[in-house]
């Protein structure tokens, strides 16, 4: 995909418009992996090319108007605590289907493993132009060192494409603007060349752009991080702009494994679910059942204040 690409820009300068068309065409069609040519519109559009199954649950119906939507990363996707249905229960555990019960609503979720508060952002924006927009929008989204960007020569991959791929992700962290190699060879790795503040800002920008577009079209939206550092960015930001109103503090600033797993609370309910996903996904790296109980409580309670369904 990344050669097309390169081949299509060097044919920039062609004076013959049709051949120019047909190079495009060419950028267009890729493998995908049924070996059917299908458009790469990901580089293109909102489309971000994932099959309605990789979603969860698999059965979802993307083609409809709904009332609730939700979305963020993995933690959202529901990883490790609904990979083995018939031991650990279905997807019903996952934080915005407890509040999607709860309300009686039903609910579209559109987390995805590995996305940034941008790739979250052009998913939703791809859902809203095809279906309409939702009444209540909710997100859980991760850390800021996430960065949606183009599969390029320049700089290293953290994570192997396939053929049909173009869009990868980087996984940075903020103390990779301290420890990282002064002199650096092509292909470069992401860590050394790509400062924190990059992914930070693209991020923020994203859910200010989500923010305005959400107020613009009389969409309820509320979202926090299930990141520590984050919640702290967030929550000083909302105390110094108006522009992070929509920001929600959690009662529990950090939703790691390691921090919840001397909360003791929920009690009465903890023997209805395995202890393997109790604290912690199967992964013991997710966050487990419990969190996702707290994450859906605190949202709840936005929404009761807020009341945005009637």
Same mark, same amino acid.
């Given at each position: ?20 068309d ?27 090319? /994932? /099959?309605?199954t990789?979603?969860?649950p ?9 009332e ?5 990363c ?8 609904t ?20 309300y009686n ?29 939702p009444?209540v ?10 960065? +949606?960007?183009?599969d ?13 791929e173009?869009?990868?992700h ?5 103390s ?7 002199i650096?060879?092509?292909?470069h790795?992401? +860590? ?23 107020k ?23 105390n110094?702009?108006? +522009? ?8 529990h ?9 001397n ?21 013991? +790296? ?16 936005e ?8």
């Amino acid at each position: 995909m990344f050669n097309l690409l390169n081949n299509f820009v060097n044919n920039f300068n062609i004076d013959n418009f049709d051949t120019l068309d047909n190079e495009f065409k060419k950028l267009l069609t890729v493998k995908q992996e049924n070996n059917l040519p299908v458009p790469a519109k990901s580089f293109f559009t909102f489309d971000q090319q /994932r /099959r309605s199954t990789a979603y969860r649950p698999t059965d979802q119906d993307f083609n409809k108007n709904y009332e609730f939507v939700f979305s963020g990363c993995s933690q959202t996707h529901g990883d490790h605590i609904t990979k083995n249905l018939v031991k650990y229960g279905d997807h019903n555990n996952i934080w915005g289907f407890q509040i999607a019960k709860t309300y009686n609503k039903e609910a579209l979720n559109l987390g995805m493993g590995g996305r940034s508060a941008q790739s979250i952002l052009k998913g939703l924006m791809h859902h809203f132009q095809q279906n309409g927009n939702p009444r209540v929008l909710l997100v859980l989204y991760p850390d800021f060192g996430r960065l +949606e960007a183009v599969d390029s020569d320049k700089i290293k991959m953290q994570k192997q494409l396939n053929d049909f791929e173009i869009i990868q992700h980087w996984y940075l962290k903020y103390s990779d603007d301290y420890n990282f190699q002064k002199i650096s060879k092509s292909p470069h790795d992401p +860590e050394d060349v790509i400062p924190w503040t990059l992914p930070l800002y693209n991020n923020l920008q994203s859910i200010l752009f989500l923010q305005q577009y959400c107020k613009t079209n009389n969409i309820y939206f509320k979202y926090f991080s299930w990141d520590y550092t984050f919640n702290i960015i967030l929550k000083l930001l909302k105390n110094n702009f108006i +522009e992070y109103s929509n920001y929600c503090e959690p009662e529990h600033l950090s939703f790691s494994p390691k921090h919840f797993k001397n909360i003791e609370c929920h009690l009465d309910i903890k023997n209805n679910y395995s202890k393997e996903i109790w604290n912690h996904g199967i992964d013991k +790296e997710h966050i487990g059942i419990h969190q996702h109980i707290h994450i859906a409580e605190t949202f709840i309670k936005e929404l009761k204040n807020d009341n945005p369904w009637n």
